[in-house]
């Protein structure tokens, strides 16, 4: 499986360790640009990125989703800050919305 991180270097590091493609990006804009890209070549199964790029990345993940296409995969990491609940806000926005109503957690 091709697997792809992206990311400040401290937390691609982890990844390429294990085998990962790493991309070392610092900003978010940066960040963005290089998902984009590497979503665009369609090379990867599974691109891992930082939690804390989950609303600056939801649009390529969207679009990815409304293509029909499964894959690549994306996971949304706590990186080594610890930051946490993004992605279960996301899940909890998606889910509400299926349902038709606003589910609590």
């Avoid at 590091?13 to 940066?30: R, S, V």
């Avoid at 939690?51 to 994306?74: D, L, S």
């Amino acid at each position: 499986m091709s697997i792809a991180v992206i990311g400040p270097s401290s937390f691609v590091t982890c990844f390429e360790l294990i085998g990962a493609t790493g991309y070392e990006e610092h900003d978010e804009g940066a960040l963005v640009a290089t998902l984009d890209r590497i979503v665009s070549q369609g090379d990867y199964k599974l691109v891992v990125i930082p939690e804390r790029y989950a609303a600056a990345t939801r649009h390529i993940r969207e679009e990815v989703m409304k293509r029909g296409r499964i894959t690549p995969i994306f996971a949304l990491i706590p990186g080594l800050t610890m930051e946490t609940g993004m992605r279960m806000e996301e899940l909890q926005a998606v889910v509400s919305l299926a349902i038709g109503t606003k589910l609590e957690l």
